[in-house]
């Protein structure tokens, strides 16, 4: 009809499923963040249990990834790990700094790669970037506190310490190549 070609009913109709589905979609995704943020708030950072490492890391990941994903690919190569046992709110931490710095490395467009595996009856965690590095001078300073590389006001230079810090408080050790 005439009224219906000039509302353009049809293409409010067709526009409306698309923003629909969208809208279920961004849903989804708000109740995935939602349940992750509670996940990573209710475990008691003086609590030890026996966890998955690979869940922690997923459980940060989909914390951090509005931090990532508009700048970096995301590699995992996760093996199966057997419980560790450990502070997990902790280790999330030191996940979701080591990842932060990871995106923060990467000017435009790079990779972020998480390996997981089982060595000589250890858990190894690796995140890699292919960002801009870290100078070999600054390499022995970056897990001392209030050392920064980061231009003034954006960084405080305790992210990497507290990371160094709570994985030796697990009988951990961390490197850095």
């Not at 003086?46 to 998955?52: G, K, L, M, P």
């Not at 890391?57 to 700048?71: A, D, P, S």
């Not at 100078?135 to 990497?160: A, D, H």
């Amino acid at each position: 009809s005439k009224l219906e070609k000039t509302m353009k009913l049809d293409s409010i109709i067709e526009d409306s499923h698309d923003l629909i589905n969208e809208s279920l979609d961004g849903a989804d995704r708000v109740q995935v963040i939602v349940q992750n943020l509670k996940t990573f708030s209710r475990l008691d950072q003086n609590e030890i249990q026996t966890v998955d490492l690979n869940e922690v890391m997923e459980n940060t990941l989909n914390i951090v990834w509005n931090e990532l994903k508009y700048k970096a690919q995301l590699e995992k190569d996760y093996a199966d790990l057997p419980g560790v046992l450990c502070k997990p709110q902790q280790l999330s931490q030191v996940f979701m700094n080591l990842l932060m710095n990871a995106a923060h490395a990467i000017e435009f467009a790079g990779i972020v790669k998480i390996t997981t595996r089982v060595e000589d009856a250890c858990v190894v965690i690796s995140i890699a970037d292919d960002g801009c590095g870290i100078s070999p001078e600054n390499q022995q300073r970056i897990f001392e506190p209030f050392f920064t590389t980061k231009e003034v006001g954006k960084g405080t230079g305790l992210g990497l310490s507290m990371v160094y810090d709570i994985v030796k408080q697990h009988g951990g050790e961390i490197s850095l190549e």
